[in-house]
């Protein structure tokens, strides 16, 4: 652990020449110290270029393998180190976004696991570079703490050159904490509101001149808000030898298993639909606008019915939730996410000479989930569909002559069991030689991956489902009672079994990849640096169906063969930096990745599946320090698209179209432009400040045959933005200030459009939360407490499906450290 206190900018650009060793003083003072400590720790910093920690946040070296500054380097890159995680009390990835400029959460976010986009497109989540799950449309999901993260790097656009298969938005890279040959026991409790408590170890030390080890272990409990709970346990462990000087060899071991209540629903906003009532809203219209439909098509209410309808709208119905405070739609027939992940990855650094670096990754992974979710439970009001005003089952729920216009209706519950299994393998080898007076390093790197998905589900359904057979004989009907209330929900009774589950899903996925890629960064004179880099992958699909339920879905009830299907192409990124002096910098960035369209998609290897989905990204952007390299701030407009998406072809007729007819069109997208700001900055011993914040523009332009064509993505803001300071003040004689904190964070309305339910104009509320904290740093303990939501805003965090999901009230929790 550093002995002195410093921001994601503090040891900036000393970190370049001192790897975080003395502080800005001790270098003033004793510049001898700084050069006896540069000749010392020379070796030891060069064999660990794949493992550096927060005290080298300058340097981008984990983002792009490479050496570079960040003020060199052409690519979007927000670090976000320990400090602020600890201060802010940050316990999970979800908290921790609120720092990088760009990361929000997922639209059609069904409360399952980090649904995180980065610029509206996905994220790919890694653990020092390696696979951490998820992804790539994955519906099962967990949840990463920062439990044994000592600092979280985001690369913004495709990466396929340097990380393998992901997302199209870029990389959340989790740097994971490393043993350490000086010797240090840490315990932490923590306590808070929701009868939350935590009790955490972390130990380190030699074992020998050559052999250290790491002991990271923390279990945690909590109730939650809205009874959201969370049981963790987890325990990291690793090892690492040093042979000499040029070489180590680390091998580390995770297991992780918890419990998280699931709210796939969140308030729901209630089915109004204005544009069947002439353009009025829910709290223009009257009795006599809800009309019924005159062909006698859906159902038919009374005037005194009519009239009900009406008294329960709020102005806000069609547009926003609907706000029931504490309650949820939330059954007890509902499961936690219980997740369990074994990982164990091998790390080999070696020197081969002074100038050339070899790194190597191996790493197993496997993450078990299962949960049951409720989802549907939709609240009809009114609308007009297809023609038909209130047609059955989209409609209020009218039960012998009584009207219910809070009930939910087509009520599904889903049973998920899924199991993951990974192999990945990386080789990075780095070559540094100067020609013609440049200097030159030449990355060639190699990696395979290979996934397996086992999944299975099941549903149980209220009595809007029904399913028929051919002849139309009825051979399913759902069980499960309506909830005639959704403010006061009445639950069915009994387990899920109880209720004639059907089988829905049952399949194996297998998704593998390997690419070879080729990277040249150029330090030329006069300012000029350059990162060009080119990369082939190639990636393949099989898919197994084992057969559902016949009742479900009678064409494939039976099992099918395994498909297989392959695609494959070229990646690259060009940039380049000029800086015109020390403290300014300009680049430009473009590049283009490729991966998997779907990790849970359907194959059928007849030659028509869909290919790879591509990536483009493109970045002009400047950095600026200033006050003696103590702060850094980046401004950097983008656009970035996932291209080369499916839509359906409206003139192909199955059996009809001939040949030259496409049953399909490739050149769908998701497109992002904006505009990002991140400045951090230590000013002086007693001031830190981190400001970051977004405007962006996300748009959903994948099918143009669609009316949602061209509109905006789902649960991603126009605007965040977040700042967070933090003062020293010197009080009451004691021998280190008292740290103090005020963060604000204000997110804009999000989208959750679906013309499809008939709420076209859905959204979540913008919102300003702040959060504060005070701490104290004695020389072997700590106390903290930190408030978050200072002034007890009513909000929603997420936007759920066709909802919202409430954030939490005001709340404290008291963090204590003691060091042996």
């Known amino acids: 652990m550093q002995q002195f206190r410093f921001s ?45 920690q927060n005290q080298v946040v300058m340097n981008s070296g984990l983002a792009t393998k490479s ?23 940050v316990n999970n990835l979800q908290d921790l976004v609120r720092n990088i400029s ?6 059609n976010n069904y409360g399952i696991g980090d649904n995180l986009v980065i610029r509206g497109l996905g994220a790919n989540y890694t653990y020092d570079g390696m696979y951490g799950g998820a992804g790539l449309g994955n519906t099962f999901n967990p949840t990463r703490s920062l439990t044994n993260v000592e600092s979280v790097e985001v690369l913004k656009g495709p990466a396929t050159g340097l990380y393998g298969m992901g997302s199209a938005g870029g990389v959340i890279n989790l740097i994971e904490k490393k043993p350490e040959f000086e010797s240090r026991h840490d315990i932490g409790v923590e306590l808070g509101q929701w009868d939350s408590y935590a009790l955490s170890i972390d130990s380190t030390g030699g074992l020998t001149d050559k052999l250290a080890y790491r002991v990271v272990a923390k279990t945690a409990r909590s109730d939650g808000y809205r009874d959201i709970g969370t049981d963790r346990d987890e325990v990291y462990t690793s090892i690492k030898y040093v042979f000499d000087d040029s070489q180590d060899l680390m091998l580390s071991a995770s297991y992780i298993k918890d419990a998280i209540a699931v709210d796939s629903i969140g308030h729901p906003i209630r089915i109004y639909n204005a544009e069947s009532v002439g353009g009025k809203t829910a709290g223009e219209a009257s009795w006599e606008d809800l009309i019924n439909d005159p062909e006698g098509k859906g159902i038919q209410l009374t005037d005194e019915q009519r009239q009900q309808l009406a008294d329960s709208l709020a102005a806000s119905d069609g547009l926003t939730p609907y706000e029931f405070g504490h309650n949820g739609i939330i059954s007890p027939m509902a499961k936690d996410n219980e997740g369990e992940e074994l990982r ?3 790390t080999h650094n070696i020197f081969l000479n002074e100038n050339l670096f070899l790194n190597q990754q191996l790493q197993y992974r496997d993450y078990s989930s299962g949960f049951a979710r409720q989802t549907g439970a939709y609240n009809y009001v009114y609308w007009d569909r ?12 009218l039960e012998d002559g009584v009207l219910y216009p809070f009930a939910a209706r087509r009520q599904e519950y889903r049973q998920v069991s899924a199991d993951e299994t990974s192999w990945q393998y990386f080789a990075d080898l780095r070559y540094d030689f100067e020609l013609a ?12 991956e290979d996934r397996d998905i086992r999944f299975k589900q099941y549903s149980i359904y209220d009595a809007d489902k029904v399913i028929k057979n051919k002849a139309g004989d009825v051979i399913y009907q759902g069980q499960l009672p309506y909830i005639y209330d959704i403010r006061n929900p009445n639950w069915a009774e009994g387990s899920f079994k109880d209720h004639d589950p059907l089988m829905t899903s049952n ?5 593998s990849a390997w690419g070879v890629g080729l990277q040249h960064v150029g330090y030329f004179g006069y300012g000029f640096t350059t990162r060009i880099g080119v990369a082939f992958n190639e990636i393949k699909q099989s898919y197994e169906h084992f057969g559902v339920d016949e009742r479900y879905r009678a064409s494939a009830a039976e099992p099918t063969p395994e498909a297989d299907t392959s695609d494959d192409g070229i990646t690259y990124n060009l940039g380049v930096t000029f800086m015109p002096t020390d403290d300014l910098s300009f680049f430009v960035n473009h590049s283009k990745g490729r991966t998997a369209y779907s990790m849970l998609g359907g194959v059928e290897g007849d030659g028509s599946d869909r290919l790879d989905s591509e990536s483009i990204s493109d970045d002009l952007g400047m950095r600026i320090k200033a006050f003696d390299d103590q702060m850094l701030t980046s401004l950097v407009f983008f656009k970035s698209s996932r291209t080369n998406l499916q839509f359906s072809n409206p003139d192909y007729e199955e059996g009809v179209s001939g040949s030259n007819v496409p049953k399909s069109f490739y050149d769908g997208k998701e497109e992002t432009t904006g505009v990002e700001l991140d400045m951090n900055a230590h000013l002086n011993e007693q001031w830190m400040i981190n400001v970051n914040g977004v405007y962006q523009d996300a748009r959903d332009k994948k099918d143009p045959n669609r009316s949602s064509y061209d509109t905006r993505q789902k649960g991603v803001p126009y605007v965040t933005a977040s700042a967070w300071v933090t003062y020293g003040a010197e009080m009451f004689s ?30 979540v509320p913008s919102y300003t939360v702040f959060d504060s904290a005070i701490s104290y740093q004695a020389d072997n303990w700590k106390l903290q407490l930190n408030v978050n939501n200072l002034f007890n805003e009513a909000y929603y965090n997420k936007a759920m499906f066709l909802g919202g999901m409430p954030g939490e009230e005001r709340n404290a929790k008291l963090t204590f450290n003691y060091q042996l």
Do not use: W
């Not at 050496?67 to 802010?88: C, G, H, K």
């Not at 297809?386 to 729920?397: C, S, V, Y």
């Not at 399949?507 to 998704?511: A, D, L, Q, R, T």
């Open 8 to 52: 994601l900018l503090a040891v900036a650009c000393a970190s370049a020449f001192l790897p975080g060793l003395l502080s800005a003083n001790e270098q003033a003072q004793a510049p001898e110290k700084v050069q006896a400590a540069e000749l010392k720790n020379k070796d030891i910093e060069r064999i660990t270029v794949y493992g550096r």
């Open 67 to 89: 050496d570079m500054s960040l003020m060199e380097t052409p690519a979007a890159v927000v670090i976000v180190d320990e400090e602020l995680i600890n201060a802010q009390g």
């Open 102 to 107: 760009g990361v929000t959460q997922a639209g």
């Open 344 to 346: 164990f990855k091998l």
């Open 386 to 397: 297809r023609g038909t005003i209130n047609a059955d089952p989209r409609a209020p729920l």
């Open 437 to 448: 007076g440049i200097d030159n390093e030449l990355l060639v790197n190699a990696n395979f």
């Open 507 to 511: 399949y194996n996925k297998k998704v």
């Open 734 to 763: 004691l021998s280190s200030p008292i740290d103090i904190s005020l963060g604000a964070k204000y997110v804009d309305d999000r989208s959750t459009n679906s013309s499809s339910f008939g709420i076209p104009d859905g959204h």
